[in-house]
């Protein structure tokens, strides 16, 4: 990728500029199936702040990621949180079983899971609140304009999708704007290089998830780390990559590049 600090960056919703190397919070959480909490709480509160140390100032988290342990988790790390760190989560999909998850986008569940995860992370607003997927049966517009309420009471800053085509991604945008999209791509698997291309004309943020190639429930990525980050990054200038590691070799590894 390129080395000049342009690149290494991107303004979130045109208003917040974040390291495009984050960090994803996910395996920080009860093994298997992100469930529970963490079985090594000290040695995951040093990793979170390290990786702070190391640049990053992006984490992406979820509701569903424990569910609420690995926001608890977070806050316990690193609150109060320093300045221009920008702590992104999701909502609409709760988890009730290592793979058991129940999808419910309907405006009353995001509202009450926007004020769980104010309380979990110990903040006042949510940097960018992400629908984690969207309800087969609730439209994708009624989902969005819940979440823009919510943005307009000051509880969210920035509204993200999650898991969305491009049909989606247009829907949503037709209630309010939408600062990213996190879909699954990595060198191996490039179904949605074509959104990337159409969010980047739209200065949205694409925030590639299983950037190694990893699936949820595996241990061990498949692709070498460093080539599969670097060609993410240089895919596009809008991709913001989130490995997610529970080593503080890999944290490393994976902020060198
Ligand atoms: N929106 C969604 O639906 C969704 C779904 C899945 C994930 N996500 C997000 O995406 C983030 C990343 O996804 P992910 O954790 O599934 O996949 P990933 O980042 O592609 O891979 C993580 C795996 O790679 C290993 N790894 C990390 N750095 C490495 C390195 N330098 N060398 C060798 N192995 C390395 C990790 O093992 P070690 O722990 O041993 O390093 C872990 O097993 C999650 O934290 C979450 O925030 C979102």
Do not use: C
């Amino acid at each position: 990728m390129a080395s000049d600090d342009t690149s290494r960056t991107f303004a979130l919703g045109g208003e917040l500029p974040i390291n495009r190397i984050g960090y994803g919070a996910m395996r920080l959480t009860g093994q298997p199936g992100n469930f529970g909490p963490y079985a090594n709480r000290e040695g995951g509160k040093a990793l979170l702040r390290h990786a702070v140390e190391l640049g990053v100032n992006f984490i992406d988290t979820a509701r569903s990621y424990g569910p609420g342990w690995n926001e608890r988790l977070i806050a316990e790390a690193l609150h109060p949180y320093a300045d221009g760190l920008v702590i992104a989560t999701k909502g609409g999909v709760d988890k009730r079983g290592p793979s058991e998850i129940v999808v419910d986008g309907s405006p009353a569940v995001l509202r009450s899971q926007v004020e769980d995860a104010l309380t979990a992370l110990r903040i006042e607003r949510i940097d960018l609140f992400q629908l984690h997927r969207v309800d087969p049966a609730v439209p994708v517009e009624e989902s969005v304009a819940a979440l823009d309420q919510l943005r307009h009471e000051g509880k969210i800053r920035l509204i993200g999708l999650s898991n969305v085509d491009q049909d989606m991604l247009d829907r949503a945008l037709t209630v309010a704007p939408i600062a990213s999209v996190q879909n699954r791509l990595n060198r191996a698997e490039r179904g949605d290089e074509a959104l990337v291309d159409y969010t980047a004309e739209r200065g949205i943020a694409f925030i590639p998830y299983g950037p190694l190639g990893a699936h949820p429930m595996q241990q061990g990525a498949a692709l070498p780390a460093q080539d599969a980050l670097e060609w993410l990054l240089a895919r596009s200038p809008n991709t913001v990559v989130i490995p997610g590691t529970t080593s503080a070799k890999h944290l490393a590894e994976n902020m060198r590049i």
